[in-house]
């Protein structure tokens, strides 16, 4: 079976599809995201793509006479053309819960290097001028204990930070469809969550309802002083909105892993605020994680080759 990787893959990964051959019977080609030329040729053979961020678009689809599932790695299907899939045949499936330790954890660094100006002093030391600090700047770092955290959604990921949140002594709020009976933390509406939070921290999937969810109006509605994460998508926040009230101070600060549009222009403002804590989407990108993603994504393409319902699969093909 023959299989893309459509992502880029360093010496541990490389060594680990390529174990696969002999493990799973896979032939796994590894195609980088900016190689188009490469994805069309590797598509006219291709069985499964292992879909990571580069869009999965109706033209590459209708590359692929052979293909029979596109295999999210990672949760948000917005990148895959869902539509055209599902009328070629072609499953599509995801893979929910494998990233979820690794995008809490990036998200609470996020909160931590923004409270501390971890970036700013990160800078300012190693070009040597670490030990010559005007005084307000320490006296503006702040802790995470005794500060109110707002989790918009509250899915896999937000269910592993919020106990981390409690025990480091913050209060949690959360807002979701509805309050959720095992949730750690209280419930508010979106409104209020924004209104009462310190930090503001985004964990929901980019759908109609939720683009621009984070527009200018939403974004003043948050406290003066107030810092927003965002590892979850670009395009729910305005990103322009978001520039002005960093630079008015109506926030004070900013960590994001994901931006409106990736990757990120030189030249976009957001590049050149000193109030933020900037990660270029890989908030899920760990070792475990990619062993995670393995397992699903390997017995994913057993099932296929076997006539099996697949996991997770979020489109419906015939019986399936």
């Known amino acids: ?31 980088a995201p900016d190689d188009h030329q490469g994805l069309r040729a590797a598509l006219a053979d291709a069985d499964v793509v292992w879909h990571v961020l580069e869009p999965m678009t109706a033209a590459f689809i209708e590359a692929a006479p052979r293909l029979r599932l596109i295999q999210k790695i990672g949760v948000g299907v917005n990148t895959i053309d869902v539509g055209v899939a599902t009328a070629r045949g072609i499953a599509v499936c995801n893979m929910p819960g494998t990233n979820s330790r690794a995008v809490a954890e990036m998200a609470l ?14 800078d300012r030391t190693r070009t040597g001028r670490g030990w010559d600090v005007p005084a307000a700047v320490p006296e503006g770092c702040l802790e995470l204990g005794g500060r109110t955290v707002g989790l918009v959604g509250y899915g896999g990921i937000p269910r592993i930070l919020a106990p981390i949140l409690v025990a480091l002594g913050a209060r949690v709020l959360y807002t979701a469809t509805s309050p959720k009976a095992d949730a750690v933390g209280e419930w508010r509406g979106l409104p209020r969550l924004l209104a009462e939070s310190d930090i503001v921290s985004l964990h929901v999937p980019l759908t109609d309802d939720t683009a621009g969810m984070l527009d200018r109006q939403a974004l003043m509605l948050m406290k003066p002083g ?57 908030a899920w990108q760990t070792r475990e994680t990619l062993e995670r993603s393995l397992l699903v994504a390997t017995e994913n393409c057993r099932r296929l080759r076997s006539g099996e319902p697949l996991l997770h699969q979020v489109n419906l093909i015939g019986d399936w």
Do not use: K
């Open 226 to 282: 107030a810092i927003l994460i965002n590892t979850g998508r670009g395009e729910v926040v305005d990103q322009p909105a978001l520039v002005e009230v960093l630079r008015s101070g109506h926030l004070a600060a900013a960590g994001l892993d994901v931006f409106a549009r990736e990757p990120v222009a030189p030249d976009d403002r957001i590049l050149g605020l000193d109030n933020v804590v900037l990660a270029p989407h890989v």
């Open 1 to 31: 079976m023959m299989v893309i990787y459509h992502h880029t893959a360093g010496p541990w990964l490389v060594r680990r599809l390529t174990e696969l051959d002999g493990e799973a019977g896979l032939d796994v080609v590894v195609v």
């Open 109 to 122: 660094a996020l909160m931590l290097g923004c409270l501390r100006r971890l970036a700013w002093f990160h």
